[in-house]
Each structure stands twice: as structure tokens, then as C-alpha cells.
């Protein structure tokens, strides 16, 4: 009889020497990514349709008060009202230039539950700025992306896509106890 | 008939103050830039006389004003009693004679006559109001002229002041003019000239019940250089109602710190103004004190949204208005405060979640479509549908749209018009 190795994996080693972090933060649930969102994180979406996978999100949360946050505004709110999205509260902002300083007072006005913003190539200290700022005022960041960013600070990395109405989630990455 | 008088320190600009007071009353006259009357009959359900008082010197304290006030039935015992230090009409001194000859101060050329008269009614041994009543009204004209005899009938209650349309001034405009021996340096004093000059803008407003949506700070530089105006005109945008003194002061103090830091100031300051370009309707709402969180997170949400809009201009921060047309760059606009959608359900085919401003030509050959500098194969043409713009737009007649899948994913929204390929959204 051979004897088998098993390798125990990092949570549990964690685990066994009382080093498991309980996050104890509150979640906004969300159909399509059952473990749902903690508040104060920074998730970065990805994907052929990242827009729309937010936008779900929002129409399960209609009381939450959202800032979507753009250099130049793109997005449809006509389309994200068809989505079942409830306009109400969700303030647009068009930051050309300043967008930077726009999400930064955002984040930090601690008004939003949520702030939407597209990736206009941000560098690593304006991310990690805004992982901050969301983490003191307990909001999302929710960062759409085209392509996953090399950059380590997202707390969860998520790609989606969706083929003949079947949505495809997969977590790319996550950091801290999400 | 209860008039409330005003008695303004002097060198005070009274049509502005008086404006704080149209709120309480319409029925305001001035005595130049010395007194102002409110008929304040009308309003004593909402405010007793004393309570009136209390408010309008709050009011008038919060504007750095001392002012004398008093309550009588006429104009002129009004300004009388605010004037001399006695509780009664009957007590006060026969110098009180020119308030009821001349009470809004409107024929100056007579006063030397009515103070001549005093003099002589002085020498009679006439001290007080009540002892010139003892006088019959028929020696009065006789002995002391025509204008007396006006007084005297205005003391019996006869000819009344007629109440004039009191009109507001057009543009609201505060300004203050620094002591020129020590003119500032800095905005440090200026700050604190702010302050008093944006209340007095907000009251009134308040008292028109509109608010300031936009105004101008002005600073006046002792000079112009060749590199600089004499003038610094910074715009302040105060997007949200609800948005108090104190929160448009930081605003203000934040943008006037940055157009300095950009372009520092050259001169000394010798004049600050505030002009108020834009107002909109003031609408009032009762504070919630049971749930103060809510307040101060709605206070913090009106400051950041004209902290934005003073930072981006009026169209930089914005809520989305959407309403019902066929053209997708038709189906919402730009709003500025909340408004009740009336859209229950849409009737129109789905749309991109992404739409680009301007409608951007792309080529298509041989099923690949080459966008960024990437070209998607496309799986599928779907959704074709028929739109017709207007004729004088570039991409204005026919439309015929499609939505485009690609092998990666990614769908795209174009329409085909006048031979050519536009790219107009994406179902991202």
C-alpha cells in the first residue's frame, strides 16, 4: 500500500495555526456571483459584456446610490433603464481631464455605495488611492476593463462573458479575505 | 394697519436689505438708504409682532447690521419711536414733527421751514407731541404754515402714505471695498469678507424664494498689468438646492485658492463683488432631527455634486433624464437635479449599454470589421432595423441597423447609411 501525500491547501494550513481572517464586513448578494460583493472592495470587471454584468448588479440593488464616473460619458442610460436599472440614484459624472480627481472625491464624499468607473489607464498609485478611499468610506469600486490589468491591487479580478443568454463568471484573482 | 420700521446705521444700502424682508411682506417703502417700513398686518398668523422682531434681528445681526427697530400704525410714529428713546407716541418730542411732515424723506426743500417751525414751537414752550396736539387745528396753518398743519393731520391719523410696488433689484449684487491704506495681500482677509457678503446674497434670494444656482466672484486688483486683468472673475456653480451659506463658502474658498494658485494674484485687493448670474426657485423641506446621519449625508451629497460642477462646469455632473424616441442619441438627456422618470415600460427594440457621442465610420470587408485597430470576424448579422434621422445631419436620412456578433464576444452596434458603415454602440 503506497502512501499518499496529501497537501493540505493554504486556507487550511491558515486555518491550523488560527491565521484565518473572518471577514465580518457586509455583502451585497448578487445572483450571478453567489459569494456577492463585500463592501469596501475593489473588484475589477472584464469581458465582452462587463457593462451589462454591472448593470445587473445594480438592477438587484436599486437603493443603492451610485456614482458612474467616465472621462467621456458613453454609457446609455436609456439602455441601463431597459436593463431594469432604476436611474434615480445614479449621478453621472463626466470627468474629462480631471477624472482622477473626480473618483477621488467620490470615493471620499462617502455619499455612494457604489462607484462605476472604465478603465481610462489609470497607473498604480491612482488604483491603490482609490482601494483606500473606497475601503474608508465602505463602498464598492467597480473598475470595467477590457482586458485584466497586471495590477495587484484589485481585491477580485472577475471575467465575464455570455453565449446564447448563459453568463460565464470566472474570478481571475482575489485578494484579502473576499 | 401695523407697520414695522427699520432704522438702518448709516451709509447702508437699504433696497438690499429691504429685499431680505420681501419674503415676510410685499408692502415695503423706503426712506432713502436711512429707514425701511414693512407692513407687517398681513403675516401676524404666522408671527406675533415680538416674534417678528426677534427674527428680524437675527436676521439683521447675521448680515453685521445694528439697526433700531420699532411697531406702530403709521409710517411716520413708526420711525419716530425708533428714533427717539420714548415708548409712546404722545411722548415723543416735538422734533418728531419732521417724520410726520416728511416721512420718506421725498421733499428735502422743505425741511427748513418745518425746522423753523419746531424752533418756534420750541420757544413756545412746546417740548412734546402731546402738548402740540392741545393746539386747535385751526391756528395751526395761520401761525405755522401748511406743512405743519400736514403733520398735524397725519398725527390725527389723516393722510395716509400710500404703499408704492416695491420692486426688487434685477440683478443681485454684493460688494465691498477694501481700506485702501491696507489693501490684502493675500485672500486670507478677503475670506472673511466672503463669508458676511454670501449671506447677505442667500437671504436675499431667499427673500425673492429663489436661491443662487450660479454667481460670479470678483476680485479688483489696485492695477492691471500687461500680463494680467485688473479683474479676477471666478464662477461658482451650486448645482443642488438645499446647499447652505457655509458649504457655498467652501466651495467658493476652494475655487478661489485654485485660480490663485494658477495665476497668482499681482496686485493689492481693492474690491470683492459677487454677482449672481443664475437662480433658480428655493424649495423649502423640513430637516429630519431624528435622523441627523441623513442630513449631514445629504448636506456632504449637495456639496460634492457643486464641488464637481463648479470643477466641470454645469453639464460635468449630472443625473439622466430618459424619455421615449426612436433615435438612440434622443432617448435621454442631461439633468441637473432628479426628476421623476415617466417611463414605466419601453416599447422601443433593445439598445447598446454603450453609445458613442458622435457615430464613428467603420470599415466592413469580407465579414471583418476593424475597429481600434482590432478586427472582429463577424458570426452574425441580427436585429436589422430602420431608422430615418434628420436629412441635414451627416449621418441623417436612412439608417438601417445591426447588431454585429462577433467570434470574440463582442457585439457591436452599427448602421449602414449612404453606402457607408457607422459604428454607433456596443453591447458591451
Redesign the interface.
Known amino acids: 500500500m503506497a502512501l499518499q501525500i496529501v497537501k493540505p491547501s493554504i486556507a487550511e494550513l491558515r486555518e491550523l495555526i488560527g491565521a484565518t481572517k473572518h471577514d465580518d464586513r457586509p455583502r451585497h448578494s448578487f445572483s450571478l456571483y453567489p459569494a456577492g460583493f463585500t463592501t469596501g472592495s475593489f473588484i475589477e470587471i472584464t469581458g465582452s459584456q462587463r457593462t451589462e454584468f454591472t448593470a445587473l448588479f445594480l438592477r438587484e440593488h436599486p437603493k443603492l446610490k451610485i456614482a458612474w464616473v467616465e472621462d467621456s460619458i458613453t454609457i446609455n442610460p436609456y439602455a441601463l433603464k431597459q436593463k431594469g436599472v432604476c436611474l434615480d440614484n445614479i449621478l453621472f459624472v463626466e470627468g474629462k481631464k480631471d477624472t482622477v480627481w473626480c473618483l477621488s472625491q467620490v470615493l471620499s464624499s462617502g455619499c455612494f455605495q457604489a462607484v462605476i468607473t472604465e478603465n481610462s489607464r489609470f497607473n498604480e498609485k491612482d488604483l491603490r488611492r482609490f482601494q483606500l478611499l473606497s475601503e474608508k468610506a465602505q463602498n464598492h469600486f467597480f473598475l470595467l476593463s477590457a482586458s485584466p490589468s497586471a495590477s495587484w491591487v484589485p481585491h477580485l479580478q472577475l471575467k465575464v462573458s455570455k453565449t446564447a443568454g448563459e453568463w460565464d463568471v470566472q474570478a481571475l484573482r482575489k485578494r484579502g479575505a473576499l | 394697519m401695523r407697520i414695522v420700521c427699520i432704522k438702518l446705521p448709516k451709509h447702508s444700502d437699504a433696497q438690499s436689505i429691504a429685499e431680505i424682508f420681501y419674503r415676510a411682506t410685499p408692502q415695503i417703502r423706503l426712506r432713502h438708504n436711512e429707514a425701511i417700513f414693512l407692513e407687517v398686518s398681513k403675516c401676524q398668523h404666522l408671527y406675533s409682532e415680538s416674534t417678528f422682531i426677534k427674527r428680524a434681528q437675527i436676521t439683521l445681526k447675521r448680515i453685521g447690521i445694528t439697526a433700531e427697530l420699532s411697531v406702530a400704525d403709521d409710517i411716520s410714529t413708526a420711525l419716530s419711536l425708533a428714533t427717539f428713546p420714548v415708548m409712546n407716541k404722545d411722548a415723543l418730542p416735538v422734533d418728531a414733527l419732521i417724520y410726520y411732515a416728511d416721512p420718506l424723506a421725498q421733499y428735502p426743500e422743505q425741511h427748513g421751514r418745518i425746522l423753523k417751525a419746531i424752533h418756534l414751537l420750541k420757544s413756545l414752550g412746546i417740548r412734546t407731541i402731546a402738548d402740540f396736539l392741545t393746539i386747535p387745528s385751526y391756528d395751526i396753518s395761520p401761525r405755522f404754515g401748511p406743512i405743519v398743519l400736514l403733520a398735524y393731520q397725519r398725527l390725527l391719523g389723516q393722510h395716509e402714505i400710500p404703499w408704492n410696488e416695491f420692486r426688487p433689484r434685477e440683478v443681485v449684487e454684493e460688494s465691498h471695498e477694501f481700506d485702501l491704506a491696507y489693501p490684502p495681500r493675500d485672500l486670507e482677509p478677503v475670506y472673511f469678507t466672503l463669508r458676511p457678503l454670501l449671506d447677505r446674497i442667500y437671504l436675499r434670494l431667499r427673500g425673492r424664494g429663489q436661491r443662487v444656482r450660479q454667481f460670479n466672484i470678483i476680485l479688483q486688483q489696485e492695477y492691471a498689468t500687461r500680463k494680467s486683468p485688473q479683474t479676477y472673475k471666478v464662477p461658482i456653480i451650486i448645482q443642488l438646492p438645499f446647499v447652505s451659506v457655509k458649504t457655498i463658502f467652501q466651495i467658493a474658498k476652494e475655487k478661489l485658492d485654485a485660480v490663485v494658485q494658477r495665476k497668482p494674484l499681482e496686485h493689492p485687493i481693492i474690491k470683492i463683488s459677487l454677482v449672481v448670474t443664475e437662480e433658480a426657485p428655493y424649495l423649502t423641506s423640513q430637516r429630519d432631527l431624528f435622523d441627523q446621519k441623513k442630513e449631514e449625508?445629504s448636506e456632504?451629497?449637495f456639496?460634492?455634486?457643486s464641488?464637481?460642477a463648479t470643477?466641470?462646469g454645469s453639464?460635468?455632473?449630472?443625473?439622466?433624464h430618459?424619455k421615449e424616441n426612436y433615435l438612440?442619441e434622443r432617448?435621454?438627456f442631461?439633468v441637473p437635479e432628479?426628476s421623476?422618470?415617466t417611463?414605466q415600460e419601453?416599447h422601443?427594440p433593445?439598445?447598446?449599454?454603450?453609445?458613442?457621442?458622435e457615430p464613428r465610420p467603420v470599415p466592413i470587408q469580407d465579414n471583418y470589421l476593424f475597429h481600434n485597430r482590432m478586427q472582429y470576424e463577424i458570426k452574425e448579422w441580427k436585429n436589422p432595423e430602420v431608422l430615418l434621422s434628420n436629412w441635414w445631419e451627416i449621418s441623417g436620412g436612412e439608417r438601417v441597423y445591426y447588431k454585429l456578433v462577433t467570434h470574440?464576444?463582442?457585439?457591436f452596434w452599427v448602421f449602414k447609411n449612404k453606402e457607408q458603415y457607422y459604428l454607433h454602440?456596443i453591447?458591451?
Open positions: 449625508t456632504s451629497f456639496h460634492l455634486v464641488r464637481l470643477k466641470l453639464d460635468g455632473a449630472f443625473f439622466a430618459v438612440p432617448t435621454w442631461r432628479k421623476i422618470t417611463i419601453s422601443i433593445e439598445r447598446p449599454l454603450r453609445l458613442l457621442k470574440t464576444g463582442d457585439n454602440g453591447f458591451e
